[in-house]
């Protein structure tokens, strides 16, 4: 399949969402609310659960399915007050001493001005700095789409894994497109060159593993082996090994 079907397929109907992989992982799911500072995020679904017995804490993000619902979560095009609702379920899973699973699927941050006069870039930029010093361990998973700063930000982790027929860029075919040649009709072309796609950023070193398509039980468990791996490391092994592992990219 060529790089822009992927793209388009990822932004497709009926695509399982963020909540349905929650539902069917943790069904012990408690939901929590608001930044401690504006108010909530509807865009970002946060709470504590169980995974496979293992206390976790969940952050993602979501789309919706029906017209409705998407417009109740702004279609996973986050504002700040939902990377700050993260970042509060992140600092509050290292007091607990919880794992942090992190389920990424938007097109990127929104980029309306009230989100701009609320501190946008300032949220997503806290969220990459905390996520690098976290002492706990933290696996991104990118569901569907996987764009821009707004993915980024629940992406600092010490595993990026991918469903297979998602993708994960710092911007858009189009948006590279125009960017480059002033011609979005060149999306195909631009995602080609932006090597978007699970198996080209798996041997890239990007992300670390490809995930099956609809199968929240697979995650699941592999979710349950590989939290158990890190969270047998110190706090200073583990910090050391994430710290490691962005500066190897690009080498």
Known sequence: MEDYEIVRGARGDGRLTAWDYIRSMIPDFFELHGDRLYGDDEAVV???????????????????????????????????????????????????????????????????????????????????????KLKTPIVSVVLGEGGSGGALALSHSDRIWMIEDAYYSVVSPESCANILWKDTTRAAEAAEMLCLTAPKLQKLGLIDRICKKDDPAQLAGELAGELAVLSAMSDEALLEARYRRFRRIGY
């Open 46 to 132: 946060a709470g504590i659960g169980t995974l496979n017995k293992m206390p976790v804490s969940v952050i993602g993000i979501e789309k919706g399915k029906t017209t409705e619902e998407r417009i109740k979560h702004n279609f996973g095009s986050a504002h700040p007050e939902g990377y700050r609702k993260a970042l509060r379920l992140m600092k509050q899973a290292e007091k607990f001493r919880r794992p942090v699973v992190c389920l990424v699927d938007t097109a990127g941050a929104f980029c309306g001005i009230d989100a701009e006069e609320h501190g946008q870039g300032r949220a997503i930029a806290d969220c990459l700095f905390e996520m690098s």
